[in-house]
């Protein structure tokens, strides 16, 4: 028998064909559909896996929640210096100007007060004046004391020279005299000697005998008065020639020595005078120096900054008059920029110092690091005002924390006044990058 091939699927008739392409059947009744086609797994389950990763997002950023501590209100802060006038005058020579920094070894600003009062450095230039004209005029006593003292030196030496003199000339007319007494009184032994031989003869009486021998008694007792009056000229000569006297009506020294006691006395007191003055003088001059030094810095004030100021505020212009304690401007000092972020109060506790925290600056990819060094409290009053930036608050309770940041590095402008986002490390957790 011949082979008879199994029979294939039926063939579509050319009208059939037309119909279905034409949509109608040959009967003018719409086209049956065809089967529907197989899909893949991901095809048909894409909408719970979309689902499930919405869920997946929000369930790790509720996690990262948890584990790190983020805000947006942060800024780099630092304190700033405030120069306030030291006098009331004019500021002059005013330079620099905001966010430049200034040299540290020139001028900032001359303060000129040209109606500071005279009246204390007047007062203090009559008063040295004063003491040193009271000065001269005891110094001038004490010389003209000095000049009446070599007077009646000189005086005194005069007066023991001529006495002197006129003692030796008294002195030798002494020894003239004693030389004649002596004569006398020999020549009188002899003639009472001659008178007792005479009278033992019986050629003189006993009256002449007795008169020869009174007279060379006499003559005797001259001779040695002389003598007496000789040795009683030598000593006054001998005393007068070291100052002392010892004649008749003369107390031991003569009027000029005596005066010279005296003007010693009155030149002891005087020196005293001289010291005391001198010392008033002193006073004097040193109450000049720092009243003229007072008036000085009254008069005029230079300010210089530190080294590394920065010139944050300028409140004054040249010309300007300033008040005493009146702020000029404000300085800042890069280097000691820190971070002040502002947090929920509630989010303090998992802050404790030491924290690790992460800075990303506006307009920044790198980030920085740093470490949490506590809070920052209100502080005294005023000391808010001398930040040179603080961090916007979020709503509600807030407190601020301060955040110590590393060394910046060479080249780079000062970061104060820049704000950026901070991320700590909250809770004791480690960064979840």
Known sequence: MP??????????????????????????????????????????RWRPLLALSLLGAAGFSLLREQLTIATDH?????????????????????????????????????????RADRGRLLDAIQGRDRARDELDTVIGHLAVLEGLAADLRN????????????????????????????ARAQRAAQEAQRAVELARGGHASQAM???????????????????????????????????????????????AEQRLDELALRKADLTSEVSRRQAALNRATSRLTEEREQHEAQRSAIITPPKGALL???????????????????????????????MPQSAIPGLPPGSAARLRLAGEREAHLGV????????????????????????????????????????MLCPVGRAGRVVFEGRGLPLPW
Do not use: K
């Open 312 to 342: 944050w505020r300028l409140h004054v212009l040249p010309g300007q008059q300033v008040l005493q304690h009146e702020l000029m401007a404000e300085l800042l000092d890069c280097r000691s920029a820190f971070l002040l972020a502002a």
């Open 372 to 411: 949490v060094v506590g809070t920052h409290g209100a502080g005294p009053a005023g000391e808010a005002d001398s930040l040179a930036a603080q961090p916007t608050r979020p709503p509600g309770a807030t407190a601020l924390v301060r955040i110590a940041l590393p060394a910046l590095p060479p080249g």
């Open 155 to 182: 005086r005194g030496a005069g007066h023991r020279e001529m006495t002197a003199l006129h003692l030796d000339s008294l002195l030798r007319e002494a020894v003239e005299l004693r030389a004649a007494a002596e």
């Open 74 to 114: 942060a800024v780099i802060t630092a304190q700033t210096l405030p120069i306030r006038a030291p006098i009331t005058g004019e500021v002059t020579d005013l330079v620099g100007e905001p966010g430049a920094e200034l040299p540290p070894l020139l001028a900032f600003a001359r303060i000129e007060n040209h």
């Open 209 to 255: 005998r007795e008169r020869g021998e009174a007279e060379m008694e006499a003559a005797r007792r001259e001779a040695e008065a002389q003598a007496m009056r000789v040795i009683a000229l030598q000593r006054q000569i001998e005393a007068a020639r070291r100052g002392i006297f010892i004649q008749p009506g003369q107390l031991g020294a003569s009027y």
């Open 3 to 44: 082979d008879i091939s199994s029979p294939g699927p039926p063939r579509e008739h050319a009208f059939e064909q037309m119909s279905r392409a034409s949509g109608a059947t040959s009967f003018g009744l719409p086209a049956a559909r065809p089967p529907p086609q197989r899909t893949g797994f991901l095809a048909r």
